[in-house]
């Protein structure tokens, strides 16, 4: 089976830009959730996707924006990009069909991002 | 909300030497608890979890943890460590009723010869 791959593997951005990840869940598995990993800090949840809406959200501002696809492929956007917002950006999937805390996430390898 | 504290940011031990790195939790309802490992240039790969029944979980590469609900900890351990096992390693929780995964800073073991 495939696992969790993620694009592109880094990119750099300028302030107030904006930047769009993506993210194919392994086979099978139709929940996606994001994490944020700034340098030396553990992942920080942004917000989970199931059944192409939004199924929870951490801490970010709106300016944080997903999107899942029928097929359960996911889209980080982020808008309006901030200094701050330089991080290693990282994509899970899961399943069954509804979260319930005791399902293991399959991570991908990541997209850095460094905002200049 | 839950939350996780990892208590050493950094273990450096020699190789073929036991190694503990500590988890502490803090929620007001039941949990369940996780350990990942980050090896360089990757995403993070599950090592164990725990869910309910025996509070000894055992996971890959010879790691093993212990969850002890009345200190809300719950620690990992190996025997005897290897050079491969130099990496990041994350405690995480998460709460039966949200989608929210939490997880700590991180302990970045490194073995040295």
């Known amino acids: 089976e495939t696992g969790v791959t993620q694009s592109p593997t880094h990119l750099i951005k300028t302030r107030g830009q904006q930047v769009t990840l993506r993210c194919s869940s392994q086979s099978g598995h139709n929940t996606v959730s994001w994490y944020q990993q700034a340098l030396g800090q553990g992942p920080q949840f942004i917000f989970q996707?199931?059944?192409?809406?939004?199924?929870g959200r951490g801490n970010f501002p709106p300016r944080f924006s997903g999107l899942q696809f029928p097929n359960y492929s996911s889209e980080l956007n982020v808008n309006a990009l901030e200094l701050d917002d330089s991080a290693l950006y990282l994509c899970a999937s899961s399943s069954p069909a509804t979260y319930s805390g005791a399902n293991v996430l399959t991570f991908g390898a990541g997209s850095r991002l460094t905002v200049l | 909300a839950q939350s996780v504290t990892q208590l050493d940011s950094q273990v450096p031990v020699f190789e073929e030497a036991p190694v503990e790195l500590r988890c502490n939790y803090s929620?007001?309802?039941?949990?369940?608890l996780f350990w990942y490992v980050q090896y360089p240039n990757q995403g993070l790969q599950l090592l164990l979890k725990?869910?309910?029944?025996?509070?000894l979980v055992k996971g890959i590469n010879g790691f093993e943890a212990e969850f002890n609900k009345s200190q809300t900890s719950f620690h990992l351990r190996k025997p005897s460590v290897h050079i491969s096992d130099t990496a990041e390693y994350f405690c995480?929780?998460?709460?039966?009723?949200?989608?929210?995964?939490?997880f700590g800073a991180g302990t970045r073991l490194t073995v040295k010869p």
């Open positions: 996707y199931y059944r192409e809406e939004e199924n």
């Open positions: 725990y869910l309910s029944g025996s509070t």
């Open positions: 995480a929780v998460s709460d039966p009723n949200n989608n929210d995964m939490r």
């Open positions: 929620s007001s309802v039941s949990v369940y």
